[in-house]
Structures are given as C-alpha cells and as structure tokens.
C-alpha cells in the first residue's frame, strides 16, 4: 500500500491523471530552454564568396551605406561639378570578382566615369550564364533599349539586360528576366540596393529619352588587365574571356563604346570611329563583306568549346580558383511540438465546415458588375472571413 503512493490512495484515477500532466508541463517548461535542439536545418549556398556573404549581412543590419546622392538636387550638382549633365549618353560596365559597377557618361567626345558603385549581390562564379535556372549571373556584352526599362514587378526601377542576346542564343544558352535592380538578394540578376539602383536607372532613363536610342552594359568576369588574365589563364573560361577582352581594350583605348558583333560563335569588336554610332543594337558580321569592316574577323571560324568539353579538363577544386565552391551554414532549429489529440478534435472539424461555407458562399453570389459593387462585395467577405477567423480563435 506504501509503495502505491499517496495519491493513489485518496485520489480517484481522473485526478491523478491530472497532477500526472500537470507535473510533466511544469517539468517542460522548467527544463526545455537547456534541452538539446530536436532538429537542425542545413542550408547549402553554392558559390557564395565571403565578401557577398558580408554585403548581404550588412545590408540586413542597415550598415551598407552606398555613397550616393539621396535628392534630385543633390544629384545635379553632384554631376554639375563633374561637368556632366542629365540626359548624356551612359555606358555601364560590371565586373563580378570585383562586384563593382561602373557608371560612364559622355562629356564632350569622349566618356568619364561617373562613379563606381558597389554591387550589394550576384550569384553562381565566374562564367558565363548556360541555361535557365542555373542561378549563374550572365558575361558579355548587352544593349539595353527603351523596352528593357519597363520592368514591372518587384524591382519597379530595374532594366532587363536582355539575356540571351544574339551571341547567346548561338551556343543555345537559354535564360530570362535577368535584371540590374535594387535589393541585395539575386537568382542570377545584379542586385544593387534601392538607392544605388534609382539614381542608375534615373540616369539611363534619361538617356534614352535624349540623344541615345540605346546603351550598352559591358558585363566582365574580372578587370581584364593582363596580369588578372594571366592568373585566369587555366580556366575553361579563357578561351570565352579572350573575346571579351577585345570589347575592354577597346573601350580602354578610346573611352567610347566599341562596335560589338557576333561571327561565327564568337563576340567581335571594331573600335569607335569618330562621328560614328557605336552603341547600337549587336549584329552579325560576316568575313569578307563590307559590313566586317573593321571587325576582327580573324578567330569567326573557330567554334567555341562546348561546357562539357571544357570541363572534362578543369584541374582540381584546390589546384582552380574558378571552380565552384559551396558554404555550409548551420541553424538549429527546435522542432514544433505537435498538435494535441484535443486540439486536432477541435480544430480539424471547425476548420473544415469554415471551409465548406466560404466556397458554398462564394458560389451562391454572383460577381457584381460595377465597381462600387464589387468593392462592397470584397469588403463584406472580408468581414466574413475575419469574423469566422475569430470564432475559431475562441
């Protein structure tokens, strides 16, 4: 009788019941902060660089502060004192390793750099961008019209680049809607922050609607000087890189937007002329017409190397800086608790006949027609909703 507890004696069983699970939440609520984590939850980010890691997470805290100017105004003089004007003709150049943007605008007969702004974040390594959902921000050269200045969605102020372009679509890469926009999240676009992005998309607006049909974005792996191709020279990507050097040289020498063509499966460059435009849409040139003029037209026969081929031959992950790389990072996570026998037989069934009388509801009304009526309708079901919300939460 001892041994059964004390309880057990002058308590009936429904009681005991009682202390039993009134002990065991005491007992939760005491000990569950020191408790070990029921789950963790890995995330893998593929070809994250630290310095994009660090942008993002500043970004989230508030401390990235671009060196932009906030106010119309401010903006003006900022470009009076440079001696450019609103309405110039602009080139913007990327370059992903450095994760800067570069913002030219024509001042007499030659273009001088605005500014270089940071870019808060782009996705995948270096390389050109292969097919859709890659997550691979693209290489190459883009011409941007009035059209790609349309965007609507999320990024109101963003501009598509217009990937694939005509060079693209030769070697069958496939992608859309990849855009300079604000933000500090990308999917293979080039995410610039919104104040960052709103003075460049101000500025090439009014681009457009002055003396320049369109402008190009030269988008590089890297600043193409000979020392950074020369420690780039094993990647598969050299060959591809080669090209777009052409294109930076070319701008380098002259600061005017070079005259970009697509030969064979390759990017050809011609230097500015004077008096010429140079900044128009790409075009196919062939070898021996008299569009090639003064094209380089010396590598058009030779293919590009397809991927696979290319990386059939890649050296090792340690022996390679552009292969991919990938970040593991930990959260743990304590799993919820879950539902109750008592909360399921209660939430469960008044769930489902809420259900079942919003959709005999909603068949039983007929849309209104005019649009003071169709608001009163929206109105009226949201207060039916709401009210039977409430009625659950009881």
């Given amino acids: 009788m001892y041994r059964r507890g004390f309880a057990s004696i002058f308590l ?25 984590p029921a789950a963790a939850l890995v995330i893998e980010l593929d070809d994250v660089a630290p310095d994009r890691v660090e942008r993002q997470r500043a970004f989230v ?17 900022e470009l009076a004192a440079k001696g450019l ?65 349309r965007h609507r969605g ?12 005509l060079h693209d679509k030769r070697l069958d890469r496939t992608g859309s809607y990849i855009l300079v926009h604000g933000g500090c999240s990308s999917t293979g676009c080039y995410a610039m922050t919104e104040p960052v992005q709103q003075v460049i998309y101000r500025l090439a607006a009014a681009a457009l609607r002055g003396r320049q049909p369109d402008f190009q974005v030269h988008v590089f792996p890297f600043r193409m000087t000979d020392a ?14 080669r090209d777009l050097k052409a294109g930076y040289d070319a701008f380098e020498a002259t600061r005017l937007p070079p005259r970009i ?53 890649v050296p ?29 037989r209660v939430t469960r069934p008044r769930t489902r006949a809420l259900g079942q009388q919003l959709r005999r509801a909603a068949q039983r009304q007929k849309r209104p027609r005019t649009r003071e009526a169709r608001r009163a309708h929206r109105e009226a079901m949201s207060k039916t909703y709401y009210r039977s919300l409430a009625g659950i939460s009881r």
Avoid at 115 to 141: M, N, V
Avoid at 326 to 336: G, I, L, N, P, T
């Fill in 85 to 149: 004007v609103e309405g110039a003709p602009i080139l913007i150049r990327i370059f992903k390793a450095e994760s800067e943007l570069e913002l030219w605008m024509r001042k007499g007969n030659a273009y001088v750099l605005k500014a270089t702004y940071p870019i808060c974040h782009w996705t995948g390594t270096l390389g050109p961008k292969l097919r859709e959902g890659d997550k691979q921000s693209p290489e190459g050269f883009y011409t941007i019209g009035p059209r790609q200045m």
């Fill in 261 to 313: 063509g697509v030969c064979g499966q390759r990017y050809t460059v011609a230097r500015a002329a004077p008096g010429v435009r140079n900044d128009g849409p790409m075009t196919r040139v062939e070898p021996g017409t008299p569009s090639a003029a003064g094209f380089d037209t010396s590598r058009c026969g030779i293919p590009v190397v397809r991927p696979a081929e290319q990386m059939a031959d």
């Fill in 61 to 77: 805290r508030g401390t990235l502060q671009p060196p932009v100017a906030a106010e119309a105004s401010d903006l003006r003089a």
């Fill in 316 to 344: 090792e992950a340690a022996g390679n800086p552009d292969t991919r790389m990938v970040a593991r990072v930990e959260r743990q996570e304590v799993a919820d608790a879950p539902p109750s026998r008592a909360e399921r």
């Fill in 154 to 165: 999320r990024w109101r102020d963003a501009f598509n680049l217009g990937f694939p372009n």
């Fill in 228 to 241: 950074n191709m020369a420690a780039h020279a094993e990647s598969p990507w050299a060959d591809f890189w």
């Fill in 12 to 36: 009936g069983p429904r009681a005991r019941h009682m202390i039993r699970a009134w002990t065991f939440a005491v007992l939760a609520l005491l000990v569950g902060p020191f408790a070990v």
